[in-house]
Nanobody
């Protein structure tokens, strides 16, 4: 079982930056692929980014590629999402998630493939 807790959300003006953190419980964090998703009101949950267990491979959604960076610190059981050049369309609740397939090397983009979820953190970008 993995418990995930996000932090770092808030209100920022367009063009600004935020860094989200997600800290996990458990001793197998370093073996999980970790992902970030977001969900705006009335919309489906959207893939934002994911990172391999080693941190050597990252995937990004088309809407955030070049602006957002995912990273992880396995020693701190934490995954980060650095968000730059934020735009009002980035406004959403952001969730971190863990792929339950320990040691998997295949990075998945579908929310249904991730079994463990944090409670979410709100990001609001004003114009």
């Amino acid at each position: 079982q993995v418990q995930l807790v996000e932090s770092g959300g808030g209100l920022v003006q367009a063009g600004g930056s935020l860094r989200l953190s997600c800290t996990a419980s458990g001793r197998t964090f370093s073996a999980y692929i970790m992902g970030w998703f977001r969900q705006a009101p009335g919309k489906e949950r959207e893939f934002v980014a994911a990172i391999s267990w080693s941190g050597g491979r990252m995937h990004y959604g088309d809407s955030v590629r070049g602006r957002f960076t995912i990273s992880r610190d396995n020693g701190k059981n934490t995954v980060y999402l650095q968000m730059n050049s934020l735009q009002p369309e980035d406004t959403a609740v952001y969730y971190c998630a863990a792929d339950p397939r320990i040691g998997s090397s295949y990075i998945r983009h579908s929310a249904s493939e991730y079994n463990y979820w944090g409670q979410g953190t709100q990001v609001t970008v004003s114009s």
